[in-house]
């Protein structure tokens, strides 16, 4: 049998527990049965879904900090929405507006756009400005700074 994991639900919020063997059978919200993975960034502009998503979370969590205004951010999305796919069930993949959350962004410090940051147990562990348009690029970066 394998271990438990808290997953927070991207739709309704509420903290699922999921067995760690079944995030690979498109596991459901036991509470509003929407799929707890979509393959799709989940839009995390409230602040309070967003430290719900980070702190309950026993996956890992890539954040995407952008703004619709930014180029380069229009430019990543799509690389960052294919490496959406490929990432999950194993980590949540989110974007953050830091237009319409700008607490967001001053609380992290966001100081250029996009910035992916990656949370492990509520931590910020890595972070990365600047584009990268490639999904396997997103991947590679994820993977080497996810904790051993």
Known sequence: MSEPLHIVCPHCQTTNRVQAADLA???DCGKCHQPLFTGHPVALDDEAAFDKQVARNQIPVLVDFWAPWCGPCRMMAPAYEKAAAELEP???VAKVNTEAAQSLGARYNIRSIPTLALFVGGREVA?????????AQIAQWVRANLPR
């Open 90 to 92: 194993r980590m949540r």
């Open 25 to 27: 059978k498109a596991p």
């Open 127 to 135: 972070r990365q400005a600047g584009a990268m348009t490639n999904p």
